[in-house]
């Protein structure tokens, strides 16, 4: 289950980036070439976050679909299945735009009323 | 006590500390002049089997090491060891009822265990998982897949991530092709829609089929990266 080392990893990301802050909320990108379970994502979350200070913040997991450049054509096409194959000529030559993102894109912080505003 | 919430940018990429390992493996592996196979398949594809045969062909050809990371059992490494060649075994993680993979600190874990400067060609045996292993990068020049045509034609689309991964595939246990109610026209088309013109070699440790195609591709490969070094 890849998932759970991508829970780890994120916990891991998400709590050197908040600095001593509480999490309350974690923006991720998945790409849909990632094969990733969003629910099996979410439980390992749970899991790993305990006693961490991303504990009780909420995953919240956009998906994003894929997407090419025909390298003969130029078409751009959103790609639903395999084989990768552009919409405007059929060819399978395409480079892929977009779908195989995983990042932690932001994170939402509590932060102490006189620590804000500056 | 009032609290307000504030949003920080932070663009990371998930798998970005394990890449960062993997580069450093590959560096290493690069500098002693070796060349790195990643081996992965489903469990009980024949990898061990496919193993035993490369190193009792070409232990004298090339100086082979092994980097065990199938958790299944340490019935490999020893399956392994009658072959004397530099062989460490890594033990992932037994949490959460073992790893699935390995990943690049894992490996890095196993290095100074290994002579690397000895070592022409490393196999690295990953965990029999049609998923996690593709994910991580541990530092390979090539991934081989192994695939047993037990598995039937439709796991490339089931599993595209992977298959997408290979740079070589392994169809193996073609002894069985006969008996098998296997579409191999239809498992190659599959295969050419996830990773087309993908490389492959049809094998079976049984009958020897293929095996030496895969030997000189292992020994071209590790010949090519030595010249460049
Ligand atoms: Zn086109």
Request: glycine fraction near 8%.
């Amino acid at each position: 289950m890849h998932e759970l080392s991508i829970a780890q990893s994120v916990v891991e990301i998400a709590s050197r980036h908040a600095g001593g802050r509480r999490v309350t909320r974690i923006y991720l990108k998945v790409g849909h070439l990632r094969q990733v379970v969003p629910s099996a994502l979410a439980f390992s979350f749970e899991l790993v976050s305990q006693g961490t200070p991303v504990e009780a913040a909420e995953l919240d997991l956009e998906e994003v679909p894929a997407a090419g450049m025909c390298r003969v054509c130029g078409a751009e096409s959103r790609l639903e299945s395999f084989p990768l194959r552009c919409a405007a000529c059929g060819g399978l030559d395409i480079e892929l735009t977009s779908g195989e993102e995983l990042y932690v894109e932001s994170l939402e912080l509590e932060e102490h009323p006189q620590e804000t505003g500056s | 006590m009032h609290r307000t919430a504030v949003k920080k940018v932070v663009l990371e990429g998930v798998l970005d500390a394990n890449d960062a390992l993997a580069q450093a493996n590959r560096q290493k592996f690069d500098e002693a002049g070796t060349y790195v196979v990643n081996m992965m398949s489903s469990p009980g594809a024949g990898k061990t089997s496919l193993l035993e045969h490369t190193l009792e062909r070409m232990r004298r050809k090339l100086r082979l090491g092994v980097l065990e990371g199938d958790v299944q059992t340490t019935l490999d490494a020893d399956r392994l060891a009658r072959f004397h060649v530099p062989l460490v075994q890594v033990n992932t993680d037994p949490g959460f009822g073992g790893e699935c993979h390995l990943d690049a600190n894992m490996v890095r874990s196993g290095l100074p265990e290994l002579p690397l400067s000895e070592i022409d060609a490393l196999i690295i045996e990953n965990v029999g998982n049609l998923v996690c292993p593709a994910e991580f990068k541990v530092g390979e020049d090539a991934r081989v897949m192994v695939y047993a045509i037990t598995e039937g034609e439709d796991k490339p689309l089931k599993y595209p991530l992977m298959f997408r991964s290979a740079d070589l595939v392994l169809v193996n246990k073609m002894d069985l092709l006969e008996h098998l109610d296997f579409d191999l026209e239809q498992f190659l088309g599959y295969l050419d829609a996830v990773n087309p013109g993908v490389g492959r070699i049809f094998t079976s440790a049984r009958t020897g089929r293929g095996l030496d195609e895969w030997c000189s591709w292992l020994e071209n490969r590790a010949a090519r990266a030595r010249a460049v070094q």
